[in-house]
């Protein structure tokens, strides 16, 4: 059974039964701290001074572990009546980067839900099954990882992380950021959609954006000039830009070329977004590469693992009880 813990969403998947979960990783708590809803119903719960909501996953690591354990014995008790997990072996995509008290996290939930072995594998090995379609035949690859809660880049080989970064906040801190900024430079308030729009635009030197007033609400109509979202997007990117030229600056000359040949493998729900992919290659140097889908990149990852005779190979990339050092 598969686990790929989102800030956003959460998936779990089973071999044997498919996709059993794909939701928000939120979840309501009466004032007894007992689960009373999560995912989609979570949501739609009215709020009120004796209901407390958590996400036990934050900037794409786990915040409460207590939570999520709560959270997942909830989700497989609604999909499973009988007791299961002694013969199923439970398969968490983990940040690499983990820490002992994040790994520590993870384990504590995993052996809390008492499946009959644990393995901890690195999310950039689901991305780069689902890019070779077998198991521990890699290459070399310089991966973006992106996603609401945090943005990664990875330089690896065979499997093996070389050299890698993170930053915490990920697509949604920069999404949030940029509106914030619209609000305050010019008055009005848009929404993501308005966002993105302006953003895509390439051609026109002065975009109409409909919203609302900052102050009054009412609804108003502004004539801003592209330029100033082409220096919003390069300001929202910069650090995400930066991270991904000092990894790449770890590396020889010789293994330089290499991974300059390849490209930048993007996967990961942001890199679905025009806009993101381009402003990415404009300001690396790097063309990016991308799946048919980015967004299901380490799900599908899994499904071709768990389809595989040889899935056992996964057991070597574990990294439950090892800290990795991401220089």
């Known amino acids: 059974m598969f686990f790929d ?59 409460n572990h207590h939570v999520l354990l709560l959270l997942l014995q909830a989700i497989l008790a609604e999909h499973y009546k009988k007791r299961f997990r002694t013969k199923v072996k439970g398969v968490f995509s983990i940040p690499p980067y983990a820490n002992n008290v994040e790994q520590r996290a993870y384990a504590y939930v995993g052996d809390a839900l008492e499946f009959s072995q644990l393995l901890f594998i ?8 689902s890019i070779y379609e077998s198991i521990g035949q890699y290459g070399f690859e310089f991966v973006a990882q992106t996603g609401a809660g945090r943005l990664d880049a990875y330089l690896l080989n065979n499997g093996k992380l070389l ?38 635009e390439s051609e026109k030197t002065t975009i109409t ?30 650090d995400f830009v930066n ?26 729900g942001p890199s679905k977004e025009k806009w993101f992919r381009e402003a990415i290659e404009k ?18 990852g899994f499904k071709l693992i768990s389809n595989n005779p040889e899935q056992d190979k996964l057991e070597r990339y574990n990294l439950l009880g090892t800290v990795i050092e991401v220089r």
């Open 283 to 300: 300001r690396t140097g790097f063309s990016g590469i991308i799946s048919d889908t980015p967004g299901e990149d380490i799900l599908k």
């Open 5 to 63: 813990l989102g800030t956003e969403n959460i998936r779990i998947f089973s071999a044997n039964n498919g996709l059993i979960f794909h939701g928000p990783g939120i979840v309501a708590l009466n004032d007894e701290a007992e689960l009373i809803a999560y995912g989609s119903k979570a949501v739609d719960i009215q709020v009120s001074e004796e209901i407390k909501f958590m996400n036990p996953i934050v900037n794409g690591t786990v915040a």
């Open 122 to 129: 690195p999310e950039f090995i689901f991305v780069l099954t």
């Open 243 to 268: 991270l991904i030229k000092s990894v790449f600056e770890k590396l020889s000359p010789d293994l330089s070329a290499e991974f300059l040949e390849k490209g930048l493998r993007l996967s990961g």
């Open 163 to 200: 050299y890698g970064g993170t930053q915490k906040g990920g697509f949604e801190r920069i999404i949030a950021t940029m509106l914030k900024k619209v609000r305050f430079d010019k008055g009005i308030q848009i929404g993501r959609k308005t966002l993105f729009e302006a953003l895509s």
């Open 209 to 238: 954006m409909r919203g609302r007033n900052k102050v009054t609400g009412e609804a108003i109509e502004k004539n801003i000039e592209r330029a100033y979202f082409e220096k919003l997007l390069k300001d929202g990117l910069a």
